[in-house]
């Protein structure tokens, strides 16, 4: 069974940073691509980011400029460095493989807040 581990969320103030870290168990990420994706209150989940085993990037525009995904295939961990947090970025923020797999971890949550 896969088992995704999200973690480094908390609170920050506009224009703050946080950096959020995924570990899986098993062979999910492995040769695949990962994805960060979070879900707003009321909100359906959304795609954020992904990064392709060999490393290739794609952002969601809301996002681009601002957040920077990354991996570590040896330790099978991707992370997620979010610049310049905006009031419309809170959500929980979880990573799965993408396209994603049914099984989705905790998550962690982002909260945006003067």
């Known amino acids: 069974q896969v088992l995704l581990v999200e973690s480094g969320g908390g609170l920050v103030q506009p224009g703050g940073s946080l950096r959020l870290s995924c570990s899986a168990s098993?062979?999910?990420?492995?040769?695949?691509?990962v994805g960060w994706y979070r879900q707003a209150p009321g909100k359906q989940r959304e795609w954020v980011a992904h990064?392709?085993?060999?490393?290739?990037?794609n952002y969601a525009d809301s996002v681009k400029g601002r957040f920077t995904i990354s991996r570590d295939n040896a330790k099978n961990t991707v992370y997620l460095q979010m610049n310049s947090l905006k009031p419309e970025d809170p959500a929980v923020y979880y990573c799965?493989?993408?396209?994603?797999?049914?099984?989705w971890g905790q998550g962690t949550q982002v909260t945006v807040s003067s």
């Open positions: 990064i392709t085993w060999g490393g290739s990037t």
């Open positions: 799965n493989r993408f396209p994603s797999a049914p099984a």
């Open positions: 098993g062979s999910i990420f492995r040769t695949n691509a």
